[in-house]
């Protein structure tokens, strides 16, 4: 079936790619106004509804979860809805919204060293070289074209929390490899969002953060891309793409992640295009596209990169 598949999956992944790409805007508007507990927390209310909708109207009656399941979507909450968002809110209060697509970019590299650091997954050359060369094209970003003003304190605290989302979503997606045998990706993702999101309320009440977003029509427009979009009909299409395409052909367009966000960025938020962002970003999506000649299937992270 892979081979005589319709254009109209191929428009939908790179449809999805624009709004994974959008969500990085979206996220920007929402945290330069909202506190991080509370822009993931609106978020994932937002996402959840949007999600236990899709699943209600896809999947043919709710399973039954076991305990070890239960474990499993509990922790993917803690890890790829709460965790995840509350770095990537954070950080893109203080970084532009193409900066950081290009650092979550490294999703896969943390998600390929991880399973080889922690479960003994093998590592081929080609990977291997892949991560390096992603990591580099990260380098010449981070270092606006001059790597070596790394070391000269240029990497400031929203950098740091945009890693902190990578190394939540590593988490995610190995974690959802493991212990989610016998559940619907869909399925998953719902119950993981909907435990995650009450982690958020903890949060947010704890920190004093409860309460109703800023009544204007950016933010709540914002919220719906991210959460309806960007979660929902996002994650639907994707993997409409992995049953129709396989994972090696679907796992291709999520280089054009980072693309659509540059270009966003720079046309809706006003952000500058530096030489070095260009560089780097195309040394990045070279990287991941090495790193996932081969990929294996794996969750796609609830908050939708």
């Not at 869909?186 to 969002?193: D, E, Q, R």
């Not at 396989?246 to 992640?257: E, I, K, M, S």
Request: charged letters at 10%; aromatic letters at 10%; hydrophobic letters at 60%.
């Amino acid at each position: 079936m892979t081979g005589h598949a319709p254009a109209a999956v191929y428009a939908k992944l790179v449809a999805v790619a624009a709004i994974w790409g959008g969500t990085f805007i979206a996220a920007r508007v929402v945290a330069t106004v909202m506190s991080a507990p509370a822009a993931s927390l609106w978020r994932y209310l937002v996402a959840s509804v949007a999600l236990l909708a899709f699943a209600v109207v896809q999947q043919r009656g709710w399973p039954r979860l076991d305990a070890r399941q239960w474990l499993g979507v509990s922790l993917l909450g803690a890890t790829g809805v709460m965790a995840y968002n509350l770095f990537f809110m954070a950080g893109m209060e203080k970084i532009p919204a193409s900066r950081g697509s290009l650092i979550v970019a490294l999703n896969p590299v943390a998600t390929m060293l991880g399973g080889a650091l922690f479960f003994g997954e093998a590592l081929t050359r080609m990977r291997v070289l892949g991560a390096v060369v992603a990591l580099a094209g990260v380098v010449v970003v981070l270092g606006r074209g001059h790597p070596l003003d790394l070391f000269a304190g240029h990497v400031g605290a929203g950098e740091a929390l945009i890693f902190g989302a990578v190394l939540s979503w590593s988490a995610y997606t190995l974690i959802g490899k493991r212990v989610l045998a016998g559940l619907s990706p869909l399925v998953a993702t719902t119950c993981a969002a909907w435990l995650g999101t009450a982690m958020l309320v903890v949060i947010a009440a704890l920190s004093g953060d409860l309460a109703l977003p800023p009544a204007t029509i950016p933010v709540w427009v914002a919220l719906t891309f991210l959460g309806v979009l960007g979660t929902g009909v996002a994650f639907v299409w994707f993997y409409d793409g992995l049953r129709l395409l396989g994972a090696a052909r679907t796992a291709v367009f999520v280089n054009l992640v980072p693309v659509f966000a540059i270009v966003f960025g720079v046309l809706l938020l006003g952000e500058s295009l530096e030489a070095s962002m260009v560089l780097g970003g195309l040394i990045v999506v070279t990287g991941v596209w090495m790193i996932n000649r081969n990929p294996q299937p794996v969750p796609v992270p609830v908050a939708a990169s």
